[in-house]
């Protein structure tokens, strides 16, 4: 039925023509109307379909009182009050989508399901339904396009991707139910919605370039300030926004959350937006977008973290327009900055790596060279590439950041404190034990001078303190320092955050490695625990906890419970980090290690030397790392009674021990008592004699430390 009044008049004199009605001939149409409305409610099992209901007060007049049939309407409408029950028309799904392609196209039957259809058209129909999102108009409308044309969904494909426009106003040349294509439907709306409300148009648009989905209200109110001369005093006034929100609701063109206060729109409706916007007009949104964004993602704290997804997928959109229109302001690379740190955060290393760059290049060229904030995206993408063992590419970004920071900041000041801490982590990683002490310990003196005793940066510069003792054997300082940390962090940060997670297994590595197993599994699973509820079980940092657990089983005989966790380590760190990267050796090494306890020894070898490949090509030939795999490799030989080539390597790991380490390291007393054992395997008596007593004198020193 039409959807005007006259329209509808008319449709129902048509229906009296039907029914044969004695009024079907009177010329006063509320007449006829009346009669029909008289039929409807003395007669039973009828369906009366009323189409594109946009006025309800006036589909009142043609509504029957009573009766035992059935009104359907169909409407743009949302809110219908008590005169109807509403039932959503949801997108099609993939699945639904491409059967309803198929079949439009004629490859299938009407009723015919997916099963006699070809891969291939079903995996191009598939493209096509994610491309439209579903819509069942927009389906129908490709459809009837590579029905007539012989196109093919291939074809297809290539022409909505290059002359999208056009080919949704294009709606087909046979007769339809709906004659109206996509693009004409919605622009018609558009038009209706810039008379009703200029500023609902507007708001319209800031979402034409946001993530369809999830779009949160504090986009839209704490940017308000950005949004422009319309949309800007209305976004501040609750009354005044909702009564926007109400006029797209009213056209269908967006839903809304309210539990949890999040819209959405139809990707196809972005999409005709932009289309129908001129490229400047385009960037003028997209720099609005940008700026709202910006204002609504906060700082990355961990207190920060839900708001902070709320906001990531539209500030990754924005990404796009930022390269799509050559965008460059402060807030553009502020956005980027925040938005790789959260994604570093939560060990998405990759989609970081590319904002940081994208932020960088933004600051080289708008701001002055020595800029700070520079000097912290420099920053941020050396500690980014420190994560990812990508050593070589992060020591000078890492210098770089600290050279601006001295010079424009000052020796004491904060961030200055910072870049030398992530200075010395690098060299700590690389085994340059020496240059990291001196540079945490520069770090955390400036700390101690300008925060207060529980500060958190006070914090992590004794955890790191305490890994490096670590590192170097001095386990009774390692474990004053790490205690240090933890009671600050404890103090300061309460006891489910992901900073405590850390320290807790600094101190359990700290327990296992002096053989404290009961106690280092406590601290293990307390820390697991946090960083599950806080990172999620996929995290980079989960995988490092797990592994260490597995690591205490292991020594405790306990294999197979070692295994599994082994190898859900392995699996995360390969998604997170790439399969080359040093921690995927840690978990490979770890996973030989445990075949070889177990006895089969063709496996070990192989995971060894898939382990030992990377540290090679990632840490290099010396570096300590690089050593105990090549120790544990001489320990698999040993085992297997091939002495000359255990020997080899035995000796090759002492050396690098010796010089990464110096001669006082407890990881050289275990090379040395592991060699002595082989030479009295092989009749060296006197020479395994000196080896042991160069070990026990090494332990010695260390446990007088």
């Keep these: 039925m039409g959807n005007s009044f006259f329209a509808r008049c008319a449709d129902f004199v048509n229906l009296a023509d039907l029914l044969n009605l004695a009024e079907r001939h009177e010329k006063k149409q509320d007449i006829v109307v009346g009669a029909v409305k008289r039929w409807l409610v003395s007669h039973s099992d009828w369906l009366l379909i009323l189409d594109n209901v946009d006025d309800l007060a006036m589909i009142l007049d043609f509504l029957p009182t009573q009766g035992a049939g059935n009104v359907l309407l169909t409407t743009r409408l949302q809110a219908l009050g008590s005169l109807a029950q509403s039932i959503d028309v949801e997108k099609m799904g993939v699945e639904e989508g491409v059967l309803f392609l198929l079949r439009r196209t004629k490859l299938l039957s009407s009723e015919a399901s997916l099963e006699p259809s070809k891969q291939q058209d079903q995996v191009q129909a598939a493209e096509i339904v994610t491309e439209l999102d579903g819509l069942p108009l927009a389906l129908d409308q490709a459809g009837a396009y590579i029905e007539e044309t012989k196109c093919g969904f291939a074809g297809y494909l290539n022409l909505y991707r290059t002359r999208r426009k056009e080919l949704l106003l294009r709606r087909g040349t046979l007769p339809s139910d709906h004659p109206e294509p996509v693009a004409t439907t919605w622009s018609l709306s558009f038009q209706q919605v810039e008379r009703d409300s200029p500023a609902a148009a507007d708001l319209l648009r800031l979402f034409a370039f946001l993530n369809p989905e999830g779009i949160p209200e504090e986009i839209i109110t704490e940017g308000a300030i950005e949004l422009g001369p319309i949309l800007g005093p209305i976004a501040i006034d609750r009354l005044k926004i909702d009564a926007a929100i109400e006029t797209l609701l009213r056209y269908s063109l967006i839903r809304r959350n309210s539990e949890e206060m999040t819209f959405s729109i139809h990707r196809l409706v972005q999409a005709v937006l932009k289309d129908g916007m001129d490229k400047n007009l385009q960037s003028i949104w997209a720099e609005r977008a940008i700026h709202a964004v910006n204002q609504a993602f906060p700082d990355v704290e961990v207190s920060a973290w839900y708001q902070c997804q709320r906001c990531l997928p539209h500030a990754q959109v924005c990404a796009i327009h930022i390269e799509t229109y050559g965008l460059a302001f402060p807030e553009a690379a502020h956005l980027l900055n925040k938005a790789a740190m959260y994604l570093t955060a939560h060990a998405q290393y990759t989609q970081a790596e590319t904002l940081l760059q994208k932020a960088l290049t933004i600051r080289e060229q708008i701001l002055e060279p020595t800029h700070p904030d520079t000097a912290l995206t420099l920053n941020h993408l050396g500690a980014l590439y420190l994560t990812q063992g990508k050593y070589q590419q992060s020591e000078p970004l890492l210098l770089q950041s600290l050279s601006l920071r001295e010079q424009t900041l000052g020796l004491e000041h904060a961030d200055t404190a910072t870049s030398l801490h992530n200075l010395g982590e690098l060299y700590r990683k690389q085994g340059k034990y020496s240059f ?12 101690r001078r300008i ?23 001095k386990y009774p300082q390692a474990e004053e320092f790490c205690q240090q940390a933890l009671d600050i962090q404890e103090q300061r940060l309460g006891d489910e955050h992901p900073d405590i997670a850390d320290t807790l297994g600094i101190m359990a590595k700290i327990c296992q490695v002096q053989h404290k197993y009961t106690h280092a599994e406590e601290l293990y699973l307390r820390a697991l625990m946090i960083r ?20 205490v089983y292991q020594a405790q005989g306990r294999y197979e419970e070692a295994e599994p966790l082994i190898r859900r380590s392995l699996t995360i760190r390969k998604q997170s980090l790439g399969h080359k990267h040093p921690y995927v050796a840690y978990c490979l090494s770890s996973l030989a290690e445990n075949y070889f306890l177990r006895g089969d020894f063709t496996q070990a070898r192989f995971h060894f030397k898939e382990a030992l490949a990377i540290r090679e090509h990632v840490l290099g030939s010396a570096h300590p790392q690089t050593a105990s795999t090549v120790h544990n490799l001489a320990k698999l030989y040993a085992a297997q009674g091939q002495y000359e080539e255990a020997e080899s390597l035995y000796s090759k790991a002492l050396a690098i021990r010796e010089q990464a380490l110096g001669r006082n390291h407890p990881d050289v007393a275990t090379s040395l008592e592991y060699l002595a054992k082989l030479l009295r395997r092989t009749e060296r008596e006197d020479l395994a004699c000196e080896l042991e007593a160069r070990a026990k004198s090494i332990k010695e020193k260390a446990d007088q430390v």
């Design 436 to 447: 990291a002490e001196e540079l945490y310990q520069r770090s955390f003196q400036i700390r």
């Design 532 to 551: 599950e509820s806080t990172s999620g079980s996929d995290h980079s940092h989960v995988a490092y906890i797990i592994n260490s657990l597995a690591e």
């Design 451 to 473: 925060f207060e005793p529980t500060h958190p940066d006070r914090a992590q510069s004794l955890k790191h303190l305490a890994k490096l003792y670590l590192s170097q054997g």
